[in-house]
């Protein structure tokens, strides 16, 4: 099932729900003071998804050089399965269109791993005891530019 609803530039005013989304999602979320200085970064670009009155998901990326870096993506608990993180990947593609995307994954994470598979991402790569809480490898995936 998908749930179409409208990707949009997060505004600083939201910092603090994206970081309670994090809370949520993550057994090791990023501080808001975090979230607030990626904000700040001109170079950083943070979009999210509404659904009714509730911010359901956020994504957070970065430029760095030639290449943008996939920094922080979550979508509530509640509103997983239902195409969200999608559209903010797809988003992302669309509004860097001329740019290699890179990410890092937790292993375990296979609905992730997944949908980045089926958004063009390849495995270039693996950091052993990347993640902490708990200690577990990262997968370096990289989305080349067509």
Known sequence: MTQKADVFPVSKDMIHDIYCIAEKCFSDPWSESLFESAFEHPDSCFFGVQVNDTL?????????????????????????????????????????????????????????VSLYIKQGYKQVGYRKRYYSNPVEGALLMTRYNK
């Open 56 to 112: 359901a998901g956020y994504i957070v990326v970065q430029k760095m050089g030639d290449v943008m870096s996939v920094d922080d993506i979550a979508v509530l608990p509640d509103f997983r399965r239902l195409g969200i993180a999608k559209q903010l990947i797809e988003k992302v593609h669309e509004k860097f269109s001329g740019y290699d995307f890179i990410l890092e994954v937790r292993e375990s994470n296979l609905a992730a």
